[in-house]
């Protein structure tokens, strides 16, 4: 019997072909060249073009998860892409805005407080993927990284033309730390991961999304900013009031 007999005799193993899915990937991607391109318009100071670049990858981040979700194509590989673009759109993109548009006004402090918050982005982003197989999903622990910056994006693009003053620009880079720091804290949340868009809502509230798309198409950059303040003051203000009923 020679070695081809026994090849056809011997158990037939297929090959199963290893790939990724290409449709959720391809919003990471988009996300991902609007943190690079941001980046790039910053250091040749288009600093609006470089803070609305972050909010489209906001936009595009959470298109890929939900698209995931519904296409039940969420594997380990784009989790972990995922989380590398948003280092890049979330972490590192919003810190070099920041530094290049205000910060370079007060030193030292300027660079110092632009990597505080790249590297509360890198630790948030690495808690979050080391707890997301037993984390609470209808809460976030931490500022989320795209609601920092998307905060961050939306200061610049409302006074992307105005020169800071050198007191002014203290109080950026502490808003700059203070974001860092919420994105590490154990301040709680809520997830709009959560929200059933599938189920029933009362008519009203059709109207009242109609007249939120008006708003945002005519001050767009207003209307995200006052969103970042809503929820990025609700978790310490959520924190304090429990807070204070614990101490009754």
Not at 104 to 120: D, H, N, Q, R
Request: glycine share 8%; proline share 4%.
């Amino acid at each position: 019997m020679n070695d081809d007999q026994i090849e056809e005799q011997g158990p037939k193993v297929k090959s199963r072909r290893r790939g990724i899915y290409l449709l959720p990937n391809l919003f990471t991607t988009g996300a991902l060249f609007c943190g690079f391109y941001s980046i790039l318009a910053s250091q040749s100071g288009k600093f609006e073009a470089a803070a609305i670049a972050i909010v489209v990858a906001m936009v595009l981040d959470g298109l890929d998860g939900r698209i995931a979700r519904l296409t039940n194509t969420s594997t380990q590989f784009g989790i972990q892409y995922d989380s590398l673009s948003d280092m890049v759109s979330f972490g590192i993109a919003p810190a070099v805005l920041l530094f290049h548009w205000g910060l370079p006004l007060v030193g030292k402090i300027g660079w110092t407080a632009s990597f505080i918050f790249a590297a509360c982005a890198a630790l948030r982003l690495a808690r979050f993927n080391s707890l997301a197989a037993v984390a609470d999903k209808r809460f976030f622990t931490g500022l989320a990284s795209p609601a920092a910056a998307g905060t961050l994006a939306a200061i610049v693009w409302v006074w992307h033309d105005v020169e800071l003053s050198k007191p002014m620009a203290f109080v950026m880079a502490g808003i700059v730390v203070m974001l860092g720091l919420l994105m590490v804290s154990n301040i709680r949340y809520n997830s709009l991961k959560v929200v059933d868009f599938k189920g029933r809502v009362p008519y009203t509230s059709l109207l009242l999304v109609i007249l939120g798309f008006a708003a945002f198409a005519a001050y767009p950059a207003h209307i995200l900013l006052c969103i970042g303040i809503v929820y990025g003051s609700s978790g310490p203000i959520s924190w304090f009031k429990h807070y204070m009923e614990s101490k009754k």
